[in-house]
């Protein structure tokens, strides 16, 4: 029984990306279809913003795979298709940015905030060993914190 339970899962899981596009939608020709598929996953929904266009169910991700579909009918390459969905939408619909001088910080921060964790470290490191211990205290002091904790 647990098998089953899981091999109905694992089938639902691999599947469930397919149920955003209605049967409507779907291309004749095989080879266009997968083509539009892959550039669908590339694209965002700018209504759920994490989700690509071809898991998505709003009306604006159904319209935009119709346009990627029509672009394709209509002969253009992959990259032309994209970049015409860019130049409407922005740089905001591609799931993945291009590297490009807008997108390079972008790019760039996971690189720029490590080194300034590693930095931070190793100066709070070495202030840390620099750290002269404090004298011990005198005989007047030790009085005097002796009787500020008594009740």
């Avoid at 921060?109 to 060993?129: D, E, K, S």
Wanted: hydrophobic fraction near 50%.
């Amino acid at each position: 029984m647990i098998r089953l339970l899981i091999a109905v899962f694992l089938l639902l899981a691999s599947v469930a990306p397919g149920f955003a596009v209605n049967p409507d939608e779907v291309l004749a020709d095989p080879a266009l279809e997968a083509r539009a598929r892959a550039i669908s996953a590339q694209l965002r929904c700018m209504v759920c913003q994490n989700q690509s266009i071809d898991d998505s169910n709003a009306e604006l991700a159904k319209d935009l795979r119709l346009l990627v579909r029509e672009r394709l009918k209509n002969g253009d390459s992959d990259e032309a298709v994209i970049s015409y969905v860019v130049s409407r939408y922005g740089e905001f619909v591609l799931l993945n940015p291009r590297l490009e001088a807008k997108t390079l910080v972008l790019w760039g921060m996971p690189a720029i905030l490590l080194v300034a964790g590693i930095i931070t470290l190793v100066v709070a490191a070495r202030r840390r060993g620099a750290r002269v211990p404090g004298a011990p205290l005198s005989a007047e002091e030790k009085e005097r914190l002796d009787r500020l904790l008594r009740p």
